[in-house]
């Protein structure tokens, strides 16, 4: 079966630190991957996607970047951390066989940046 | 271009009462509609989703909803609520595709009173 992990679970971080977020799937290949962060009251905010080894596409400008260096792991970084970069981050797959249409999420993690 | 509107942040509701959230939409292509459910500090899982075929899907827990195209709607239902439903609840749309984006709507808080 398939199963997506991420970690760490909780992170607190001080301004101006670096970031990097961990998101493997298992059971699958060739999956998309995707990042989202959650901000109370804010849903869910579409930060990267990728459909591919090397193939990141951004949704929105920020201080964050993503990278896919195998085909079931997808990394999320920061140089620098700002306050604003607080919130709960969740990672999702999209199986690439059947329908296409559902998008699977990980457990998430909680970033606070101090 | 897609959107999701999600009316109001909390429904409150006793238990064993109806539970209907409410979700419209908006898409330029043909939409696929899921509702996720989130427990705190945890990812989101699938709850049910409509792709094509029949306009009443039925999902777990006992929820359903129904996609109505001329009302751009796919409201959840759940005829008697339990205190295990209390939890967060997000709609989202996307095309067809496997490159297709999912969008969220902001979700709602779902309280349910003993």
């Known amino acids: 079966s398939q199963t997506i992990h991420q970690w760490p679970a909780t992170l607190v971080q001080p301004v101006g630190s670096p970031l990097s977020l961990e998101c493997t799937v298992e059971g699958t290949s060739n999956p998309n991957l995707y990042w989202y962060r959650q901000a109370a009251g804010r849903g869910l905010q579409l930060l990267f996607y990728s459909v591919g080894i090397g193939q990141i596409s951004s949704e929105v400008p920020q201080n964050l970047s993503a990278s896919r260096p195998q085909d079931r792991q997808f990394i999320l970084s920061s140089k620098k951390l700002l306050l604003s970069d607080s919130g709960f981050y969740l990672c999702a797959w999209l199986p690439l066989a059947g329908g296409y249409e559902t998008q699977y999420f990980g457990p998430g993690t909680r970033l606070l940046v101090l | 271009a897609q959107s999701v509107t999600q009316l109001g942040s909390h429904v409150s509701v006793s238990e064993g009462a109806l539970v209907l959230l409410r979700c419209n939409y908006s898409?330029?292509?043909?939409?696929?509609l899921f509702w996720y459910v989130q427990y705190p500090n945890q990812g989101l899982q699938l709850l049910l989703k409509?792709?094509?075929?029949?306009?009443l899907v039925k999902g777990i827990n006992g929820f359903e909803a129904e996609f109505k195209k001329s009302e751009t709607s796919f409201h959840l239902t759940k005829p008697s609520a339990h205190m295990s439903d209390a939890a967060e609840y997000f709609c989202a749309v996307s095309g067809s595709g496997a490159n297709s984006k999912l969008t969220f709507g902001k979700g709602i808080t779902l309280s349910v009173r003993p």
């Open positions: 898409s330029s292509v043909p939409p696929y």
């Open positions: 409509y792709t094509t075929g029949a306009t």
